[in-house]
């Protein structure tokens, strides 16, 4: 079945170090979206990307999607205490509705 | 503000009870899904609704129904609960913005099936 996978599944860094995680989909996907959960927390909506190739800033945040579309990245430079969580990226299978969740990325930040 | 709230944060049930799960939404979203979160498998969609009355089924509806009767709320059910249905539950509602779809989810039902 459809799979979107995230790499890796734990990452441990220290404060000020830089943090990527990497987002897989075995299909094409029309959109791919971001969580990030806070420990005891919820998923929140950080942002969408639409287009192949497509690059977004959020801060201290760069998302990309890859040109097939069935790949994306969230990297983090110089990472804060406050962004522990998880991350999830999330895609609407082309041509469906269809809606899958990555399998998500735990960040801890050591100070 | 968008606000989804569950009925509990924390449950504990025995084998075989039937359990009610609750979610309201305060923004008029016509969608609203139920999800599970297990660790190392993300979320996983169980059932969906596009409106009120309509259902449709998710990656893993098997031991679950649902029930939308107002366009505010969305019930999950486990009929007769198990033991691998422990996890955490998380009711979202879902609003077209733009170009987009934003999903905002509730605080999460942990349940725990003894």
């Known amino acids: 079945g459809q799979q979107v996978m995230q790499i890796p599944q734990y990452q441990h860094v220290q404060e000020g170090e830089d943090f990527t995680t990497y987002c897989n989909s075995s299909?094409?996907?029309?959109?791919i979206q971001w969580y990030k959960q806070r420990p005891g927390g919820h998923p929140v909506f950080l942002i969408q990307l639409v287009k192949s190739g497509e690059v977004k800033k959020q801060k201290r945040l760069t998302f990309q999607f890859g040109e097939a579309k069935k790949n994306s990245s969230l990297h983090i430079t110089a990472t804060q205490t406050t962004d522990v969580g998880t991350y999830f990226c999330a895609g609407y299978l082309s041509g469906t509705y269809k809606y899958i969740f990555g399998t998500g990325t735990r960040l801890k930040v050591l100070a | 503000d968008v606000k989804v709230t569950q009925s509990s944060r924390y449950l504990v049930k025995r084998t075989g009870e039937k359990v009610f799960l609750e979610c309201v939404q305060d923004m008029d979203h016509e969608n609203m899904f139920w999800y599970r979160q297990d660790p190392g498998l993300g979320l996983r969609l169980i059932y969906f609704?596009?409106?009120?009355?309509?259902?449709e089924k998710g990656d893993i509806p098997e031991g679950y129904s649902v029930s939308r009767e107002k366009k505010e709320r969305f019930s999950l059910i486990l009929e007769s609960a198990s033991t691998n249905q422990t996890s955490m539950y998380l009711c979202?509602?879902?609003?077209?913005?733009?170009?987009?779809?934003?999903?905002?989810f509730g605080p999460g039902t942990r349940l725990t099936v003894t």
């Open positions: 299909t094409t996907l029309s959109n």
């Open positions: 979202a509602s879902r609003v077209w913005r733009t170009s987009s779809y934003e999903q905002y």
């Open positions: 609704s596009y409106d009120v009355k309509m259902k």
